[in-house]
């Protein structure tokens, strides 16, 4: 890995998919409508807030999704409400385009987070903490 993309503050900038990753896959559009699912927490996978917490210690959170327009501002929406820390939606920081004139369509991340990943799919948020504290460390952060 190259030199991580974080600031002063965080260490890591991560993109996280929102359907497959923070709730579980297939929740939208049709199957149920978070706002039903928000005190009960029926959507959520298992340890995402939790996890999400502890490791915003040191990573920023981009959230990295297909949903647009209403869909995306009640995943935005829902993410807040579960106490998700998310620092922006499909945009990079101003610090990663400035030198480049402006944003680009592409949000970039130190690690990708994502159910559809080409080899495993989607390992479950403890290990997703594990590989991330492991990265912290090699790195001497």
């Excluded at 480049?100 to 799919?121: A, C, L, T």
Aim: with cysteine.
């Amino acid at each position: 890995m190259g030199v991580p993309m974080g600031t002063k503050e965080k260490l890591f900038m991560i993109t996280v998919d929102f359907d497959g990753v923070i709730i579980k896959d297939g929740i939208w559009p049709k199957d149920i409508i978070l706002w039903e699912a928000e005190n009960n927490k029926t959507a959520l996978i298992d340890d995402c807030v939790d996890v999400m917490q502890r490791l915003y210690r040191f990573c920023s959170f981009t959230l990295h999704t297909a949903r647009w327009g209403k869909w995306r501002t009640e995943a935005e929406d829902y993410c807040r409400k579960m106490g998700i820390p998310i620092d922006r939606t499909n945009r990079n920081p101003d610090y990663v385009v400035d030198p480049y004139g402006g944003e680009s369509r592409k949000v970039v991340g130190d690690f990708n987070i994502d159910d559809r990943n080409i080899i495993s799919g989607f390992p479950g948020w403890s290990k997703v903490e594990e590989f991330l504290n492991k990265q912290k460390t090699i790195s001497g952060w």
